[in-house]
């Protein structure tokens, strides 16, 4: 037959005969076009745009999400590739040794890749279009967008997915015929055999990676919610991955040395195989069980943010938003009983209830902060050491917490929200004044109690005299030479709480806000409803990312350590065949490959809890900077979330034995 009409028979075969490492590359590669045509479905429906309400947000997110993961699917499909690229290397050395050219080879993996493209596209297409709809409606719930919207397949969604993995599949291409045409017919033959040499060095770079590693976790346990949280997110990431692959890939060789000089414990049949295993492939070894331990710590995390997130975003939106009606006043005089009696009659006819309804005035000031000491706040740009310090009266403190507290003259109660204060005396623009308590709760005053960046102070002064005192304190420290006209423009805020349906709630809000505004020194207004509704949405597209992302990774990491074992198994099966003829028994064989499984698996695991437990430092004052505090459900959320990947983990770990040794026997 010639060779042109026998080389895509030879194609189909190769994928054929090789199922075991070809299928699952097919099923991440269909996962993988799946999940990007599901993003890009999304992306270019204009309904979400044009007819939700909230739902830019939603869409900045999944346009940001969408290329992360194109970051992420070009290297693991590239990773995936080089596998099977060197798995074949002995099968293409063969056809080079029987004649074939290596410009027949390359056609060979042309006709490979495009079959695969095909098959990948297609069905990831055509999984993602019966499926679209359903993650559609996922984001739509989980943002809490309104569900009548209709979904509207488009030609860019198509196109986008064909051309994304055209130039994937183009690299792995270009990569397998690089490959080919720099090998010799008996280098190929060897390939997938081959060994690695003793590296060098590996005293210094392990205690480096150890150093480095360290150097990660030092960043993240000591970080602080404040400007440079973000910074140092990145910068204990980076280490963290570089000190994982050093100290795996110098550590582990340097512990396996370690083991191999003790003749105790080298010279028994259990540990021989094992560890003279282990240290034919040290560097590949030691890479696959850095990726492990990284991949896994990425589905930890990413799975502790989405869940606690997810529980946690009502109290996140009731944080940030207390009330869900708030007007403020500039030196107004709204009366207590004026708004009970509107609030009344909406009661009755929107047939919901009030849970508190709050009037009180107040002074807000910026100010700088030394110690227990306010002062003028700092020049333009020093965002960081800028406090909202606000003043109540004890009367207005009391009407809103119901509450019967009493101050003498020079006294205050303080509540900081960040942080406690934790001094006995507070100085205010050079006045001192001693701290009767320092209160925990108020209510417009959500406690976060994590750090001091964006904390706010509230102190609660005795009379309006001691209030227009440190008002006039204020003006002459910050230069305002008008003190009297300052000490008149007062602030008021009017603040509903209610409880019933959000419909009946908006309906309730809006004819509140109509009559508010008409009060005499209405300046301002905050719909509670409104703004908690657009932040669910925006925390509803992460977390839909989220889902998204902590199944990606997942398979990542499966993927990773299912091809491990799978070529060490194809690596050692005439090892073992060797050592069953020269009187190794089957149970010989099965501890040793136990003992070699299981330290595969147990290491990586190890390293991705203790990046965990390392990393939650830094996770909490994540999660605090989008407004969740609430550090028993982080808690409980790494618990829940540890306990459940162990259990897949051990799940991964005897399914994969099982593959091995199916392979090794």
């Excluded at 699917?73 to 099977?84: G, K, Q, V």
């Excluded at 993996?109 to 079959?115: A, C, F, G």
Aim: with cysteine; hydrophobic share 45%; aromatic share 14%.
């Amino acid at each position: 037959m010639n060779k042109w009409k026998l080389l895509p028979l030879m194609a189909l075969k190769g994928i054929a005969q090789n199922k075991t490492v070809y299928f699952p590359y097919l099923a991440v590669g269909i996962f993988s076009a799946f999940t990007y045509f599901i993003f890009s479905s999304i992306l270019y429906n204009e309904d979400l745009i044009k007819e939700l309400p909230r739902a830019a947000y939603t869409w900045m997110l999944l346009s940001i999400g969408r290329g992360l993961l194109s970051i992420i699917l070009i290297p693991f499909l590239y990773y995936a590739n080089s596998f099977l690229v060197k798995r074949r290397s002995r099968e293409f050395g063969l056809y080079s040794i029987l004649g074939l050219e290596k410009r027949h080879i390359g056609i060979l993996l042309l006709l490979e890749t495009v079959t695969i493209y095909v098959v990948v596209t297609v069905s990831g297409i055509i999984l993602g279009s019966v499926l679209s709809k359903l993650f559609f409606l996922l984001l739509l719930n989980i943002s809490h967008l309104p569900l009548d919207v209709d979904f509207v397949f488009t030609w860019e969604a198509f196109k986008d997915t064909f051309l994304f993995f055209s130039a994937a599949y183009l690299i792995n291409l270009g990569y397998g015929i690089l490959q080919i045409r720099k090998s010799r017919p008996v280098e190929l033959l060897s390939g997938s055999k081959k060994g690695e040499k003793q590296p060098k060095g590996i005293f210094f770079y392990g205690l480096l990676g150890a150093v480095i590693l360290i150097l990660g976790y030092k960043i993240s346990i000591s970080s602080a919610l404040n400007s440079m949280i973000f910074i140092d997110f990145f910068l204990a990431v980076f280490f963290v991955v570089i000190g994982t692959y050093l100290l795996f890939t110098s550590g582990s060789i340097l512990f396996l040395r370690i083991l191999k000089e003790n003749k105790k414990i080298f010279y028994k049949s259990q540990n021989f195989v094992t560890i003279s295993g282990m240290l034919y492939r040290m560097k590949k070894n030691a890479a696959s069980l850095a990726n492990i331990c990284i991949f896994s710590t990425m589905v930890i995390i990413t799975l502790i943010c989405t869940i606690t997130l997810y529980c946690g975003l009502d109290g996140i939106a009731h944080h940030d938003y207390p009330y869900d009606i708030r007007a403020d006043y500039g030196a107004g005089d709204v009366k207590q009983e004026d708004v009970e009696k509107q609030v009344k009659r909406l009661e009755e006819k929107y047939g919901i209830k009030r849970m508190r309804v709050d009037v009180y005035d107040f002074r807000r000031f910026s100010c700088s902060k030394n110690g227990n000491q306010f002062a003028p706040k700092l020049p333009a740009g020093n965002f960081e050491n800028t406090y909202e310090v606000f003043f109540l009266t004890l009367e207005d403190y009391n009407r809103i917490e119901n509450d019967n507290k009493a101050l003498k003259d020079g006294e205050v109660l303080l509540l900081a929200t960040g942080e406690d204060f934790g001094y006995k005396s507070v100085s205010f623009m050079g006045m001192q004044m001693t701290i009767a308590e320092e209160i925990k709760n108020l209510f417009p005053f959500p406690k976060a109690g994590r750090s001091d960046f964006g904390a706010q102070f509230v102190l609660i002064v005795k009379d309006k005299a001691a209030l227009d005192f440190c008002v006039e304190a204020f003006a002459k420290e910050n230069g305002i030479t008008e003190v009297e006209e300052f000490l008149e423009s007062g602030s008021q805020q009017v603040g509903i709480v209610l409880e019933g349906e959000d419909e009946y709630k908006q309906g309730f809000a809006d004819e509140m806000f109509t009559w508010l505004k008409e009060q005499e020194g209405y300046t301002s207004y905050l719909d509670g409803l409104e703004q908690r509704a657009e932040l669910e949405s925006m925390y509803g597209g992460l977390l839909f990312i989220g889902i998204i992302f902590g199944t990606v990774f997942f398979t990542c990491l499966i993927l990773i350590m299912y091809y491990k074992q799978i070529s060490e198994g194809y690596e050692d099966k005439e090892s073992f065949a060797i050592m069953q003829k020269v009187g190794m028994s089957d149970k010989e064989i099965k501890g040793t490959i136990r003992r070699q499984i299981l330290l595969v698996f147990l290491l990586p695991l190890a390293g991705a809890v203790f990046h965990t437990c390392a990393g939650m430092f830094m996770v909490n004052n994540l999660m605090a900077a989008l407004g969740l505090f609430d550090n028993f459900l982080m808690a409980m959320g790494m618990i829940f979330v540890l306990l459940l990947f162990v259990l897949i983990y051990g799940i991964s770990y005897i399914m994969t034995a099982r593959t091995y040794y199916g392979i090794v026997r």
